[in-house]
């Protein structure tokens, strides 16, 4: 099960801070996380995906250590220095 974020900003909402850092719950067999005042069984399959459109986003070290961050920012420069090397690299 995936699930997706679009728009965060650099402050995640302290509601998903049980998620981020996988603070599950045991209960027999059943696996449990709690969200807010309220237990919801957890699956090993799910994903979460937080999305921005802020270029230059920068989270503290808390949530820094809980999540993979994946900065997909494509520059002209970077663009720019691919369209001149790549004709060098297949010359070769």
């Known amino acids: 099960m995936r699930r997706h ?3 965060v900003l650099e402050e995640i909402d302290p509601i998903l801070e049980p998620v981020l ?3 599950f719950i045991k209960k027999g067999n059943n696996i449990m996380i709690k969200l807010g005042d309220k237990e919801v069984d957890y699956s090993p399959d799910f994903r979460l995906y937080l999305t921005s459109k802020l270029f230059n986003l ?3 070290p808390e949530v820094s250590t809980k999540v993979t961050i ?6 002209e420069q970077g663009l720019e220095a691919g369209a001149f090397t790549r004709p060098l690299l297949s010359s070769s």
């Open 70 to 75: 994946v900065n997909f920012a494509v520059k």
């Open 5 to 7: 974020i679009q728009d």
């Open 58 to 60: 920068h989270y503290t």
């Open 21 to 23: 850092s996988k603070s």
